[in-house]
């Protein structure tokens, strides 16, 4: 169910898709102030995790904001979310000395992002609550 308190403020939907992005270009492409160890792809995890909010927020810009309608929303959300995934490893790879793109990120990534528009399809079957 999609509450009145959201509804009321889906106009800001473009602005939280805007900032989010940028904060996960710059921790994408940043240089880590301590090298942290993580147990062998445990970050797989944070990489599905970002882009699951990445694809929820993008979604509601396209669908509020933008005014698309619900297919064109989800389509347009997935190849987005998609392609910035795969925009950012490949910054990794050629933009810094400090990062590697990875394969297994794109798919992590991808991972996160049909898992949140498989919970968005979910939601917007219910009816609309206004």
């Not at 050629?94 to 990062?99: C, D, H, K, P």
Request: glycine share 2%; charged share 15%; aromatic share 14%.
């Amino acid at each position: 169910m999609i509450t009145k308190h959201l509804l009321a403020h889906k106009s800001k939907a473009i602005n939280v898709s805007l900032v989010y992005t940028v904060l996960l270009t710059f921790y994408c492409l940043k240089q880590s102030p301590i090298p942290i160890e993580l147990p062998s792809q445990s970050d797989k995890i944070l990489h599905a995790l970002a882009y699951f909010v990445f694809t929820i927020v993008w979604f509601l810009a396209f669908y509020f904001t933008l005014k698309l309608s619900r297919t064109k929303s989800f389509i347009y959300t997935f190849l987005f979310s998609v392609a910035f995934g795969v925009l950012i490893e490949i910054l990794q790879q050629q933009l810094t000395t400090y990062r590697e793109g990875d394969v297994l990120d794109v798919v992590a990534n991808t991972f996160g992002t049909i898992l949140a528009l498989l919970l968005l399809k979910i939601i917007f079957k219910r009816p609309l609550n206004v």
